[in-house]
């Protein structure tokens, strides 16, 4: 049994909005044991719409459509059904009394192109949207589904829970589920994980996969079983081998950042870190903030030079004079400063060139100054751009991780 997810809208192709419908279907499948095939974002164009429907149904049991279900010329999504499925349009007077009912009752006026919701291909089954104006429908065509959503995420997902994947279930027979779990790694490399894991990557079930992140790979288990208690029973013994193979490479599972497994563990032993970097723009400050737990954040600094660090630090000019911001000695007075000036049991400093483009740049500075003394971290290559920041910030956080697994588990 094969599935295709259809996103409808221009603004997709454009990246005006982000398409986060996908994914989260897609999730939900799995729930059911539906295996997905393929996901198609298409434009508002009738033509090519028809078209990626026609080719969907080609190849797949179940479609499922997102967007294009509001009143104005552009939602194009009823129309494009029918023409996929040989069907005519037609005004469905009932859905027509209901869409108006739901104006009335939040006192909204209705529109006369509203009317076009209740336009339906001939032979839709209605999936009534309690929580918005455009209904949903799904249309049987030689043995398969086509199911047409709106594109608002909170109608979307509403339909979703409540109506088509009890639908699918019962239609399919669907006792089957899927179930993932997620072992994520920093500071190794997508390549050398597969290396490690080769012998995994070739089984059926549960399958072994690598997802590349900057700075990060995670390793995939999925498994298919009837139960979820049988999907887990298939993936632990995978998962054990796995962890023993990568070790403390494995920071965290599933959703789990880089920045919420420092943080909780520093709470568990009420600590605080503080960090101090001219190189992520403020990146790993955010994260750090964003998963800070029971205290654990002190604060950050953006220092732009070095007179800036200085100053602001309180570093003696005795012992900073003539060094470079970008330097292991200047990342170590600034690592060992931010722990007075803050407060923290561990300061991070992170110093890299003002402009890692240049011919001469000088390579990215790691210091660590902890309870048991300074640490330094391997300079870096400054890598620029996004995925450079995100290296720097998860070797940086690992540093820390590191260091406490070294502490504490010699302890």
């Known amino acids: 049994m094969q599935a295709e997810i259809v996103t409808i809208g221009t603004e997709l192709l454009l990246g005006e909005i982000v398409d986060t419908n996908s994914a989260w279907i897609a999730q939900q499948l799995t729930t059911i044991g539906l295996n997905l095939f393929y996901t198609t974002t298409v434009g508002d164009n009738l033509g090519r719409i028809t078209d990626v429907l026609e080719r969907a149904l080609d190849r797949c049991d179940v479609v499922i459509t997102t967007g294009g279900l509001g009143p104005t010329l552009d939602d194009m999504t009823r129309e494009a059904v029918a023409n996929a499925t040989d069907r005519e349009l037609y005004l469905d007077e009932e859905l027509l009394e209901e869409i108006r009912a739901f104006f009335g009752q939040r006192r909204f006026q209705m529109t006369s192109n509203n009317n076009r919701q209740a336009e339906l291909p001939r032979g839709a089954e209605v999936i009534h949207n309690p929580v918005g104006t455009a209904p949903a429908f799904y249309v049987e065509h030689h043995g398969k589904i086509i199911i047409s959503l709106p594109g608002v995420p909170h109608e979307m997902r509403y339909l979703m829970e409540h109506e088509v994947l009890p639908l699918l279930g019962e239609r399919y027979g669907l006792r089957s589920m899927i179930k993932s779990r997620v072992l994520r790694t920093c500071g190794i490399g997508e390549s050398a994980v597969g290396a490690l894991i080769v012998d995994f990557m070739e089984l059926a079930n549960p399958t072994v996969g690598t997802r590349a992140h900057p700075g990060q790979t995670d390793v995939c288990i999925t498994a298919k079983a009837d139960t979820e208690a049988e999907a887990k029973a298939l993936i632990a013994p995978i998962e054990a081998t796995i962890r023993e193979r990568l070790g403390d490479r494995i920071f965290g599972t599933d959703q789990q950042t880089m920045a919420e497994i420092v943080s909780q563990e520093l709470a568990k032993r009420g600590q605080r870190v ?14 750090l903030t964003r998963a800070a737990a029971a205290g654990a954040w002190a604060g950050g600094l953006v220092v732009a030079d070095r007179d800036t660090l200085v100053r602001t630090l309180g570093i003696d000019d005795s ?93």
């Open 319 to 411: 012992t900073s004079a003539g060094l470079e911001l970008a330097s292991q000695e200047m990342a170590d007075l600034a690592a060992q400063a931010l722990c007075e000036r803050l407060g923290a049991q561990y300061g991070l400093a992170i110093l890299g060139p003002a402009d890692p483009t240049a011919p001469d740049a000088p390579d990215t500075y790691f210091a660590l100054q902890t309870p048991q003394g300074l640490v330094r971290g391997e300079s870096r290559r400054t890598r620029e751009g996004a995925v450079g920041r995100a290296w720097l910030v998860h070797l940086g956080l690992d540093m820390i991780r590191q260091h406490l697994l070294a502490v504490y588990e010699e302890a």
């Open 274 to 287: 503080a960090v101090l970097e001219n190189t992520s723009q403020a990146e790993l400050a955010q994260q």
